[in-house]
């Protein structure tokens, strides 16, 4: 298939709308114990050139929400509701012909785990070429001068014979190198990294982030990056989602939710970053409590039962996404981090437990800084 023939099956609708624009989407999934409520109404929008973080626990939804975008899940037992467009044209429902017409040549993802989505018995110089060939009216010597470029790219020495080498035959660093290649070979204009350093040493870490991210500048694409770590989108998104028990509870350019941060989930997860400062086997906090049964979530505010600032309202309201001063900074929270109501909800539980530390939802754990 040609770029001609994916633009023709793909046509988007002229305007300056943004590059991906998601409203209320909604996957649930359906079990022997009732419906999985993953993702649950999340709303947002993403330009072109732009770094997207989302941020959260495990089970919070981030990966699910990325798949779906993708169209990468199972079609049965699976709920979909909302809108996705990208490029201006609507891809929730599309049937999978026409969504793989959109993978790699339009939006691509970087996974988790290198050693499981690559394939273990094909050469690497076979895994790059193959989507190229598929998308690109190209010969198979111009793929695989392009394979070796791309190789190059993204950092990885000795390209040529890598070429011919498996994945087993490379440390965990290089093959994420080779899943960026492969994601970035047809130009997307969009790049799913869904928890790129997954078992990688910090030091691999940095360097995989810092390609990423110089990555998206070269090639102008908009980046969307999911991690449970807000010290991984510190410095590399413009904004940042937050998500909690499948829903977004704060989002905010990346300055303004450090500086102003008013969602206490997102306080608790700020606390909960190890810093180079600390002493020696200073306690490391952790938030309190289990993420909630997304079977069956409790009522009001989900974040309640682990809220160090949570009132009868928080339990029986659920908060919407509201304004902050902060152009673009919206939240969900009725005591808000930061506000006179806040701190009055923080002292008042304070006073009933006793005593505290305004720890805002965390606890702390022994481990070494």
Partial sequence: MSAADGAERFQPEPGPEPLLEVRGLVTHFRTDRGLVRAVDGVSFSLDLGKTLGIVGESGSGKTVLSRSIMGLLPKRNVVREGSIRFQGQETLGLP???MRSLWGSKMA???QDPMTSLNPV????RQITESLLHHLDISRRYAEETAVALLQSVGIPEPERRMREY???????MRQRVTIAIALACGP??????????????TVQAQILDLLQQQQSERYMAMILVTHDLGVVAGRADDIAVMYAGKIVEKAPTAALFSEVRMPYTEALLQSIPRITDRSHTRLAAISGRPPDLVNPPPGCRFSPRCAY???RCREEEPPL???????HRFACWYPVGTPEGMEALERNQARRGGGDGSGGVTSVAGNA
Avoid: K, N
Avoid at 122 to 125: A, P, S
Avoid at 167 to 173: A, E, F, K, T, V
């Fill in 167 to 173: 994945p087993h035959q490379l440390s965990g660093g």
């Fill in 310 to 312: 949570a009132q009868d």
């Fill in 109 to 111: 993802m970087v996974f």
């Fill in 122 to 125: 094909m050469r690497i110089g």
């Fill in 96 to 98: 999978a012909r026409r």
């Fill in 322 to 328: 509201r304004e902050a001063p902060t152009p673009g």
């Fill in 189 to 202: 204009r969009l790049l799913f990294a869904d928890e790129p350093t997954t078992a990688l040493d910090v």
